[in-house]
């Protein structure tokens, strides 16, 4: 399902792509494995939350591009490339294990920030997966950790839908994300940090808005194909 026609020209592309996407939903641009001249064109049109995947990249881009962008991990972060995003990133939306999140807390802390972070939640029917099982995430939450970090905030969860054409099979992944977070939420009681669920990209992002999703990661609608 392609939603928005691509053209060219990233900057009409942003502008075309959020007026799909209804206010209270953060448009993430996801500009990994491209150019700093597309993310400009993005940025002339207002565009300020970009994603990357990668820690080597996502450094060299936001020490060469404006400050006031706000820089979002999105990918498998391996612990060894924490320390290098931590002064760039705002928002780490991939943290699948708790070695993985009390590092990030460390990192945070060496030197002196606070950091948001969502917790990946693994729903899709697929081989190769990150993230932790519904019934996992709500174990970690229920141990109380989550008020334990100094220097990190959990504010939500992070998903997936399965990479295919079956729509039903999609609904019901968005689904079973968001149950996902209404229960963590139960758990966190009084925690006012807990309200972003990031799901949705090019092809199933209306989908994702539909079963709840606060936060949409949106790349090739965007910035065209990459190419590896
Ligand atoms: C690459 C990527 C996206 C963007 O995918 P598109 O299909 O290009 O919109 C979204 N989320 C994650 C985690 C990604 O790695």
Same mark, same amino acid.
């Given at each position: 399902?392609?939603?928005?026609? &691509?053209?060219?020209?990233?900057?009409?592309?942003?502008?075309?792509?959020?007026?799909?996407?209804?206010?209270?939903?953060?448009?993430?641009?996801?500009?990994?494995?491209?150019?700093?001249?597309?993310?400009?064109?993005?940025?002339?049109?207002?565009?300020?939350?970009?994603? =990357?995947?990668?820690?080597?990249?996502?450094?060299?881009?936001?020490?060469?591009?404006? #400050? #006031? $962008?706000?820089?979002?991990?999105?990918?498998?972060?391996?612990?060894?490339?924490?320390?290098?995003?931590?002064?760039?990133?705002?928002?780490?939306?991939?943290?699948?294990? =708790?070695?993985?999140?009390?590092?990030? /807390?460390?990192?945070?802390?060496?030197?002196?920030?606070?950091? /948001? !972070?969502?917790?990946?939640?693994?729903?899709?029917?697929?081989?190769?997966?990150?993230?932790?099982?519904? /019934?996992?995430?709500?174990?970690? $939450?229920?141990?109380?950790?989550?008020? =334990?970090?100094?220097? !990190?905030?959990?504010?939500?969860?992070?998903?997936?839908?399965?990479?295919?054409? /079956?729509?039903?099979?999609?609904? =019901? %992944?968005?689904?079973?994300?968001?149950?996902?977070?209404?229960?963590?939420?139960?758990?966190?009681?009084?925690?006012?940090?807990?309200?972003? &669920?990031?799901?949705?990209?090019? %092809? #199933?992002?209306?989908?994702?808005?539909?079963?709840?999703?606060?936060?949409?990661?949106?790349?090739?609608?965007?910035?065209?194909?990459?190419?590896?």
């Amino acid at each position: 399902m392609e939603i928005v026609a &691509i053209s060219m020209n990233v900057g009409d592309n942003i502008l075309k792509v959020r007026a799909t996407i209804p206010q209270g939903v953060e448009l993430v641009a996801v500009s990994k494995f491209h150019l700093n001249d597309a993310i400009m064109d993005a940025y002339k049109v207002g565009q300020r939350v970009f994603g =990357e995947s990668r820690a080597t990249e996502l450094k060299a881009k936001a020490t060469s591009l404006p #400050d #006031d $962008i706000r820089w979002h991990f999105i990918g498998h972060l391996q612990t060894n490339k924490v320390r290098m995003i931590m002064p760039y990133v705002t928002l780490i939306h991939s943290v699948d294990s =708790e070695r993985l999140l009390r590092l990030i /807390d460390a990192e945070a802390a060496r030197i002196n920030k606070v950091v /948001d !972070v969502l917790l990946q939640v693994y729903v899709a029917q697929e081989e190769s997966k990150f993230g932790f099982a519904p /019934d996992e995430l709500l174990q970690l $939450i229920g141990s109380g950790i989550v008020n =334990e970090l100094s220097n !990190v905030r959990v504010v939500g969860v992070m998903g997936m839908a399965t990479n295919t054409d /079956d729509e039903n099979r999609i609904l =019901e %992944d968005f689904r079973a994300i968001n149950q996902t977070y209404q229960n963590a939420r139960v758990l966190l009681k009084e925690n006012n940090n807990f309200t972003q &669920i990031s799901m949705g990209m090019s %092809d #199933d992002y209306l989908m994702a808005i539909a079963e709840g999703s606060t936060m949409v990661r949106i790349g090739s609608s965007i910035f065209g194909n990459r190419e590896y």
